[in-house]
């Protein structure tokens, strides 16, 4: 099977086009405008919302320094409103349900489950493979991190992950799709989505590409399975795997405690990133094109998507 050009997803743009009462515009760049308006209210809304816990830590002499793995949490829970914001505008200001941004009941456990073992596989494949190159060395052994931190640090992740895959596939991709071919969203949403991170420590061209790309697999994820939910896990597991398990730096984010401590070794930077971390690396780019390949040319669309196009919409519909 190939479907290079995402022919076979068209019905999932054609239901939210054909949904009673739907208001995406039919200006591309007047989506776009929703969309940047969109993720300034996210951000200040973040931005806000963290200005009195940081201040009661800065009170109690406490700073990243000090504390990272409260710090890094406190930034992690904070993503929800990157989830909220979207959610509300997709709603409210263009009529689409949630069921059209990805948010289904049907399936959403073994995607998820799914999304984990491949996320953590890429990025363990990423690492032994900088590991080989000479690029990173172990500092130790298995080391151990307190349950409660553990946990919640994971939350935070699964919350992070979740909430940039709402941003970008299941609102800005979803969106734009139908008014443009289903390549030329996937393309401008990961691009934006690369974007995003250009103000990370260490960013740089390959980290630029390597965004690109994963955003790329991320949107085929979602297509492929009419779904957000392997990709929101994917996207998480991939962050809390390189940060909080190897405890490699996250797009150029230094993490906290972590189960396994790998360094920079300041050799085969090709493949270990510099400071932006494996992420602008070779391996990276290699994982990615790989995956995005087998999604495009060897997954088959989801079988179910093109028959909801025969279906009324009713409130039962959304909800499934």
Known sequence: MK???????KPLFDRIRKHPGVRVSQNPAVILLLFAAALFCSVCAETVLGTVPQTVLMMKKKTPQDDPDIFL?????????????PAIVCVFAEKRPLRTMGFTRKRCMPDYLTGLLLGFCMMSAVVMAAWKAGAIRLNGGFRQVP???AAVTAVGWGIQGLSEEVTFRGYLMMSL????????SVAVS????????????????PAFVNLFLFGVTEALLVLRTDSIWAAAALHSVWNWAQGSFYGLTVSGLMTASSFLVFEQTGSANWIGGKTFGLEAGAGTTAVCLLVSIILLSLIPQRAGSARLLDRKFSGDEVKK
Do not use: C, E, Y
Not at 3 to 9: F, G, I, M, N, R
């Open 3 to 9: 479907d290079w050009k995402l022919t076979q997803t």
């Open 73 to 85: 949490i406190l930034g992690l829970m904070l993503t929800f409103v990157n989830i909220l914001i």
């Open 147 to 149: 349950v409660l931190t």
């Open 177 to 184: 799709g139908t008014r443009t071919k289903p390549w030329m």
């Open 190 to 205: 990961s691009l934006l989505f690369a974007f995003a991170h250009a103000f990370n420590d260490g960013f740089s061209l």
